[in-house]
């Protein structure tokens, strides 16, 4: 599915522009001219990342960000504030408001698609559609498929996601709250065992190569996914 992205910019022809470069780089475009518009658009599905216009009909960019930041739902949706004020000072609002970066006017279509792709890699790095190679096991989230050393591995569609996220977040260590909402996601009601049932589950299909080492359980905390299998003794 392509990623979700808001422009909110009062701009015609600006907001025009940015939404022809994004739909030819294989991203959907949601437009908004004000604080307003801007505001009812974003709700489920929330947009996968905001790029945000500093002086908006309705108030600023900044403060759109600083209340975006505030809110349980909305906090982990990344900003790029788009605005010809390029002063120090006017940088340090926009990161203290919480923005993920900040592009300056005039800029490249190339440089917002580089910047765009940053910052998503950095914060949701399961967003991208990048094949990952892990000690043998390959995973191509495009074609929903996984190998082990060439071996097509079938997996349900909750195991596919919990080693997708795995894979891109390895050797850290994450109970079983974080597991669910990252891989079930914040508004989907199930209880934490859920995650143990689907871990068990990913271990057995990742067993018969000996991969399921690489699934550690952590007394106490949770589980890490790590390349570095324990040695008893």
């Known amino acids: 599915m392509n ?4 422009v909110v910019e ?4 600006i907001r025009e522009m940015i939404t022809f470069v994004l739909e030819q780089n294989g991203f959907n475009a949601i437009e908004a001219e004000t604080i307003e518009q801007a505001q009812a658009k974003i709700k489920e599905p929330y ?3 905001i790029l945000l216009d500093w002086m908006l009909p309705g108030g600023t960019g900044v403060k759109l960000a600083k209340s975006l930041k505030q809110n349980e739902y909305t ?3 990344p ?3 788009l605005t010809a004020r390029a002063d120090e000072d006017d940088k340090v609002k926009g990161f203290d408001a919480g923005i993920d970066d900040y592009v300056t006017k005039p800029f490249s279509p190339k440089e917002l698609i580089a910047r765009i792709k940053a910052v998503i890699r950095r914060v949701a790095p399961t967003a991208l559609e990048e094949s990952i190679d892990f000690h043998g096991i390959t995973l191509d989230p495009v074609a929903h498929r996984v190998t082990i050393n060439d071996k097509a591995l079938e997996l349900g569609p909750t195991e596919f996601r919990l080693l997708h996220f795995f894979l891109t977040h390895t050797e850290r260590v994450y109970s ?4 669910l909402d990252n891989v079930w996601g914040t508004n989907v009601y199930v209880e934490d065992r859920t995650v143990d049932v689907h871990i068990r589950r990913l271990r057995k299909a990742i067993s018969g190569e000996g991969h399921e080492e690489f699934i550690q ?6 589980y890490r996914f790590s390349g570095k299998i324990k040695t008893s003794g």
């Open 217 to 222: 359980t952590v007394r106490g905390s949770g």
């Open 10 to 13: 009062d701009e015609t022809a």
């Open 3 to 6: 990623r979700q992205i808001l």
């Open 47 to 49: 947009p996968d990342l």
């Open 75 to 77: 906090r982990s949706i």
């Open 79 to 81: 900003i790029i504030m």
């Open 176 to 179: 079983r709250e974080q597991l």
